[in-house]
């Protein structure tokens, strides 16, 4: 392709396929570019054949490589990876190897966007007041990653005050379309921006037509030492988008639409591309929200191919001409251009009428759980909450939390300035949020102070309590501060069941606070009707959102902002210059830079250190967990274990296991961060595995928080304290669960925890995708069982054991493998199980003890 004076090579896929090529779907078309780019041989042609054989049946047994072009991180999950990277230099050290040697082969961007608290808020000051809390918590933690930009090539750390990670991704990192560079005799290469990053919100990406999706940090550290991802040709599930998005419903409603349909389709594991006449109508901003949620629908892409909406929002976000131009060129060339009439062949294809969308919401406890936004009420009631005091003041279900927050809902200028919109409206009436509500603003990157600042908005959130208290996760994964008095003095009572209302994507029980489990997705306007609400169980279709101070009631349709005065706003506040300036000062983050880092290839471990401290399984000689043995279950779980339950992220109670273990070590009980920052120390999180108030142990019935029974010796103990006993005992312990075990994020301190827990096995009805995978890269085997067989309340009995045989010369992906269950009075039961292992790169891994020990053969 010849532009701009210059010369590339590219894979000219219609030159090399015609016709068949359009029939592919455009996720497909990517893998294809891929394999002929990467693979060689053989191995290239049965890629080649196998995807065009998914044509017949939409299905593939087939197993291909993936080479990703770049890898995103956020802080707390880069912190563990690049503690497992120091610990394998040492370990190279240690061996007489140079421990220089180890370094990632791509481009690693980390964004330091997940520790940031909401300790301050409604205050002018409240974004520096809650930076400074962040820079000194985490200053050990923050001085280890600015060692490990020094130490490893191709590391980058984007610092605290940049933002999001997938609202940097999309508006600084993302190409689209990346150039490998050339040279005198060879021009250089065009291809797709591709990428992995570990965080399962990565697909949001994908709204711009950059396919990536999220992977465990371990998956992740395979790929940065030049591993390929492996993966199986996927089911693509195409969405026929038709009709146009029309106010007042927004893209949250949207996503929120497309997650309750496909998860009730069941596309776990899955690729799905959107299509069809709607999506032409669509922002890229709108794909980036309807992407954004591809984990909370269960699949692994959210795509959407490129088209005019994709160079608007480059041209938007700052983007050169020069790129955008090619943009378009290579995706019309290569055939990667969306194409409204086109013949691509899915899967599966589900119909969704943009015209039919109204306001939503999704919860009291799943993102899958959409509503009506006036069903609130009835959603809560069926709970059947009955206060055990008199409910004071409060309503039965006051908005404790309302939050504007997360990449899925704030990168999107069109939904802030909808905010600010409301904002305007609810102050010029004179309303007021709850007292007892804590509201906060978090955006995705700093150019929404900017823009918000243009279009006047700024100021009517501020006066709203709404202003911004930092650019990060914050109450999105659960670092929402401490609660109001009144909420605190509540819950304290059981007067009542106060309820979070927030622009996330998560809602599961105690994911945004410890001590809330009801929480409901919204748009940000319908987060502050909420909480000038102040109660979550009030129908805002009919009940007014507040009386103005003269006793006029205020109802919703007298604050939502149409959709004339939103496209004068949007294009009001529009200013490409402020999304890299802004992005570039953010970076300059003057305590950062001044921070001491040590300038050596080795890290200096301190013994001392509560954050960081040298892991035991980085090391070469952790050996595989595979084998034939008979194993005690050390938990018994029911559906629905995320991956918050196995191993928390949000703020470490003060009366927990965690909290008097640090206490010893000399740590203050009453500011003790949060679980995230401390994935750098594994005795930590080995005393954080399953934390979480709301698990039920169904081993036996009521075993309080962080427990369970050590079969042998019938005691209750701290689970690592039981899974000691079991290892020094020489008893075997596996892992019992029931459906989508593993849902959640792509943490990887949730399968780290139970290796060091002991944990050989993972018996579960269905695994989460990210989670399986980073089972794996643990060493640990994930089994699927039948609905039933093991798990749920009667299933199993204490003093049950549970035999397997899965060796590692005999094991094959997806065999069937038999499980005895040796029952205590002495019966035999068989259950008929599934390696859930998809390839022969993951048994590998499963035979050498997991990815560490891998990396370091
Ligand atoms: Fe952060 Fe929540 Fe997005 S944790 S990366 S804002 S999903």
């Not at 200053?139 to 984007?158: C, M, N, P, Q, T």
């Not at 004068?568 to 001044?594: C, I, M, T």
Request: negative net charge; charged residues 20%; aromatic residues 6%.
């Amino acid at each position: 392709l010849a532009l701009n004076g210059l010369t590339y090579q590219l894979v000219d896929l219609p030159a090399l396929f015609g016709e068949r090529l359009y029939r592919l779907p455009v996720v497909l078309r990517i893998l294809l570019e891929n394999t002929i780019r990467n693979r060689e041989g053989a191995e290239r042609d049965h890629a080649v054949a196998a995807l065009f054989g998914w044509l017949e049946h939409g299905s593939s047994e087939a197993e291909i490589a993936f080479q990703p072009g770049r890898v995103l991180m956020h802080d707390t999950t880069a912190t563990p990876a690049l503690v497992d990277i120091a610990a394998m230099r040492d370990a190279l050290a240690e061996a007489g190897a140079d421990p220089a040697l180890l370094n990632p082969m791509l481009p690693v961007d980390v964004s330091v966007d997940h520790s940031l608290a909401v300790e301050a808020y409604a205050q002018a000051d409240a974004a520096s007041v809650n930076l400074g809390y962040e820079m000194r918590r985490n200053a050990e933690r923050y001085r280890f990653l600015r060692w490990a930009s020094k130490a490893l090539d191709g590391v980058r750390i984007h610092p605290p005050g940049t933002g999001i990670m997938h609202t940097i991704n999309l508006e600084q990192l993302a190409t689209v379309v990346a150039t490998e560079p050339g040279n005198e005799s060879r021009p250089g290469w065009l291809v797709p921006d591709t990428l992995i990053g570990t965080d399962s919100h990565t697909p949001m990406i994908n709204g711009i037509g950059v396919l990536g999706w999220g992977v465990g940090g371990l998956e992740a550290q395979t790929v940065m030492f030049g591993m390929p991802t492996m993966l199986r040709i996927p089911a693509v599930v195409g969405v026929r988008l038709s009709g146009t998005l029309r106010a007042p419903a927004m893209s949250t409603d949207l996503a929120l639409t497309v997650t309750q349909r496909l998860r009730a389709l069941g596309v776990a594991g899955d690729f799905v591309e959107f299509f069809g006449p709607g999506v032409s109508g669509l922002s890229a901003g709108d794909r980036a929200v309807v992407a954004n949620m591809a984990p909370e629908y269960g699949a692994t892409t959210g795509y959407f191919a490129i088209d005019e909406q994709t160079l608007d929002y480059l041209r938007t976000t700052g983007r050169s001409e020069v790129q955008i131009a090619l943009v378009r060129a290579y995706a019309q060339q290569v055939g990667l251009w969306n194409d409204p009439a086109g013949e691509a062949r899915y899967t599966r294809v589900v119909e969704i009428c943009l015209d039919q969308i109204g306001i939503e919401v999704a919860g009291p406890a799943r993102p899958q759980d959409r509503l009506h936004y006036a069903q609130t009420a009835a959603a809560l009631h069926a709970l059947g909450f009955v206060a055990q005091s008199a409910s004071g003041a409060l309503p039965l279900h006051p908005v404790a939390i309302a939050a504007i927050t997360s990449c899925t809902n704030t990168s999107d200028p069109r939904l802030l300035i909808a905010a600010g919109l409301l904002a305007r409206k609810a102050r010029q009436l004179g309303l007021k949020p709850a007292a007892w509500v804590k509201t906060s603003l978090a955006p995705g990157s700093p150019a929404a102070a900017s823009y918000l600042k243009r279009a006047g908005l700024l100021d009517e959130l501020d006066a709203l309590g709404f202003g911004i208290v930092g650019f990060g996760c914050t109450t999105c994964i659960g670092n929402s501060g401490p609660l109001t008095a009144p909420i605190r003095d509540m819950l304290r009572a059981g007067s009542g069941k106060p309820v979070a209302m927030l622009s996330g994507n998560r809602n599961f029980p105690g994911r945004v606070h410890p001590d809330l489990d009801l929480g409901f997705i919204m748009s940000p306007p319908l987060v502050i009707a909420f909480a000038l609400a102040g109660d979550a169980a009030l129908d805002l279709s009919s009940d007014p959102v507040q009386f103005a101070p003269d006793g006029t009631p205020v109802y919703l349709g007298d604050l939502w902002p149409d959709s004339d005065e939103l496209d004068r706003y949007v294009r009001l506040a529009g200013d490409p210059g402020d999304f890299r300036r802004d992005f570039e000062n953010a970076s300059l983050n003057p305590v950062w830079h001044a921070m001491e880092a040590p300038d050596s290839p080795l890290y200096p471990w301190d013994p001392a250190s509560n954050y960081l401290q040298r892991p035991p399984f980085a090391a070469a000689s952790q050996g595989s967990l595979l084998g034939a043995y008979t194993a005690y279950p050390l938990l018994v779980l029911g559906d629905d274990v995320t991956t918050d339950h196995i191993s928390p992220a949000s703020a470490i109670p003060p009366d927990s296991l965690v909290a008097d273990y640090l206490v010893q070590r000399g740590e203050d009980r009453g500011d003790l961060n949060v679980f995230a920052s401390r994935r750098g120390n594994w005795q930590v999180m080995l005393r954080a595995a399953f934390h979480n108030r709301t698990l039920v142990n169904h081993l036996q019935g009521g075993i309080p928080l962080a427990h369970t029974l050590h079969v042998p010796s019938g005691q209750l103990l701290p689970i690592w304290e039981a899974a000691q006993r079991y290892r020094d005992e020489g008893d075997s312990v596996v892992l019992v669960a029931g459906e989508r075990y593993g849902t959640g994020s792509s943490r990887d301190w949730a399968a780290k925890g139970l290796r060091l827990l002991g944990v050989r096995a993972v018996l579960a009805v269905s695994f989460e995708r990210i989670h399986r995978s980073n089972l794996i890269g643990m060493g640990i085997l994930p089994l699927r069982v039948p609905a039933g067989a093991l798990s749920g309340a009667a299933a199993l009995r204490p003093g049950d054991r549970i035999a397997l045989s899965a060796e590692a010369a005999s094991l094959r992906p997806r065999m069937a493998v038999q499980v005895r269950l040796h029952r205590r009075d002495g019966r035999t039961d068989i259950v008929e199980a599934v390696a859930a292992i998809e390839t022969l790169l993951e048994l590998k891994l499963l035979g050498d003890g997991g990815v560490m020990p891998s990396i370091l053969k």
